[in-house]
């Protein structure tokens, strides 16, 4: 077999494998019109897994306005999955003006997903929005940019008199799991006018306990090899 015809094969089986894919992302694309949502969902799962088809993520988009918040959940993650930067602002409406948390929710993970300076930079701005439940959302992922100008923001929330807010920075106190951030849940803990706020930093606290001792015990096992 020559050179040549290994070329020509390999060329070939590209092309019918590419051929193939762009087969599925049709059937994928056709699939989100359909009137079950289930057979909706599991197609905005697989095209977010497998495509960054232009043409895929123009019609995700087109269903951002399903009535069905799930539907518009598993849209922004598979935006999110993609990658597309055009996205951006698409997920930025999402995030600040859904209607349902969870979507909010949704579409600011898929921004942090997405990882660029531009997206990461929305999160940053929405610590010190006007309306509290993009504020909430966006201190809950604070903890997972290691920004300065974040963990500011995740520190002045434990301290706010609104308990929504001192629970959303449990969760990112939890992720940075520094010293300043342990002592932050800490104080948390003997927070008594909440009980929900309390028993989450308690949680917080015992799962980073936990897996420091987890840690400490797998480095004494290296040292006795």
Do not use: C, W, Y
Request: no cysteine; charged share 35%.
């Amino acid at each position: 077999v020559t050179s040549f015809n290994l070329f020509a094969q390999d060329s070939q089986k590209f092309f019918r494998e590419k051929r193939l894919q762009q087969e599925k992302i049709d059937r994928l694309i056709s699939a989100l019109g359909d009137r079950e949502s289930a057979v909706q969902i599991k197609a905005l799962k697989e095209l977010g897994q497998i495509s960054d088809d232009i043409r895929a993520a123009s019609a995700i988009e087109d269903v951002l306005s399903d009535k069905d918040p799930q539907i518009r959940v598993e849209a922004v993650k598979a935006l999110g999955q993609i990658g597309d930067d055009k996205s951006i602002s698409i997920l930025e409406r999402k995030f600040k003006e859904d209607s349902n948390k969870e979507v909010q929710t949704a579409a600011a993970e898929a921004l942090l997903h997405m990882g660029s300076e531009k997206a990461v930079s929305i999160l940053k701005a929405a610590t010190e929005d006007s309306d509290l439940r993009v504020k909430g959302i966006a201190i809950e992922l604070a903890g997972r940019i290691r920004d300065e100008k974040m963990v500011q923001a995740v520190e002045a929330a434990a301290n706010n008199f609104d308990a929504s807010f001192r629970l959303a920075s449990v969760k990112s106190l939890k992720d940075i799991s520094n010293r300043r951030a342990l002592k932050a849940l800490e104080q948390l803990t003997l927070d008594s006018s909440d009980s929900t706020v309390q028993e989450a930093a308690k949680n917080a606290l015992n799962a980073l306990n936990n897996k420091k001792d987890e840690t400490i015990s797998e480095e004494k096992k290296e040292e006795e090899k």
